[in-house]
């Protein structure tokens, strides 16, 4: 995937529907961020998904999808390995059909990295895990 | 929330409502109100419910905290093959939400779990 298509899936999700802003983080590494949020703001949101996954693997615990809805707008939250993708959208229903697309970019992401670092010998052989 | 489990009065004893939710992959559904939890499938199932009404209350809570978003008004996640998470009771007194919620085991369209849920809310 370059730089080119992973922005460009990213920019197709962001306006997909009643969507209006995507994270995807790597750990602490912010790798993308289309939102109406302040950069702080964002930097706090990430910090916070980190100690979300970091109470569940305490627990023995592994969600990979997490909806939280509010009077203000919905939140899909997508865990897969260290990568975060938290797409915020407008119309509650659209749900299923954002993570979809959502879950098939992160899925490709993770596995084009993956390739890549094994290629250069920095990783372990990629593994499909999803 | 769900400080205390309870089980529905009208309930068939021994779990045959949770083995019977379980084989036809069914969502069961509970109640909570006033720190406590209320469901037919036993009180091993409730309180898992109840462990997972907190879980998921305290991460919404302190995700809308980030964005100025307070008022929850749901949350779902899907782990392995099970679908759980909650939705307030709109209709329940604002100060004291009653809150209804769901565990099955599969991996049920998000939408449709939530309209399940509130579909259990009124009945």
Redesign the interface.
């Known amino acids: 995937m370059t730089p080119e298509t992973f922005a460009s899936a990213l920019s197709a999700i962001r306006h997909a529907g009643s969507v209006y802003g995507v994270i995807l983080t790597r750990g602490h590494e912010l790798l993308f961020q289309d939102t109406p949020?302040a950069a702080d703001?964002v930097a706090?949101?990430a910090t916070?998904?980190d100690?979300?996954v970091y109470?569940f693997e305490q627990e023995k615990?592994?969600?990979?999808?997490?909806?939280?809805?509010?009077?203000?707008?919905n939140?899909l939250?997508l865990l897969l390995g260290d990568f975060r993708m938290v797409v915020f959208h407008h119309q509650?229903?659209e749900?299923?059909f954002v993570?979809r697309a959502s879950r098939a970019f992160l899925k490709d992401h993770a596995m084009d990295l993956l390739a890549h670092e094994w290629a250069a010998g920095s990783g372990s052989a990629p593994v499909p895990a999803v | 929330m769900a400080g205390s489990i309870e089980m529905d009065a009208s309930a068939p004893p021994v779990n045959e409502a949770l083995a019977e939710a379980l084989k036809s992959r069914q969502p069961r559904f509970f109640r909570a109100s006033r720190g406590s939890a209320k469901g037919r499938t036993g009180p091993e199932d409730t309180g898992r419910f109840a462990e997972n009404l907190m879980?998921?209350q305290e991460?919404?809570l302190?995700?809308?905290e980030?964005?100025?978003?307070?008022?929850?008004?749901?949350?779902?996640?899907?782990?392995?093959d099970e679908t759980g998470?909650f939705?307030f009771d709109p209709n329940s007194n604002p100060q004291n939400p009653d809150v209804a919620g769901a565990i099955v085991n599969r991996r049920m369209?998000?939408?449709d779990f939530?309209q399940s849920v509130r579909d259990f809310i009124n009945s």
């Open positions: 949020l703001r706090e949101l916070t998904l100690d979300i109470y615990r592994s969600p990979d999808q997490l909806v939280f809805g509010y009077d203000g707008g939140l939250i509650a229903d749900v299923d993570a | 879980i998921l991460c919404a302190l995700v809308g980030k964005l100025g978003m307070s008022a929850v008004a749901h949350a779902v996640y899907y782990e392995g998470g939705s369209p998000m939408r939530l």
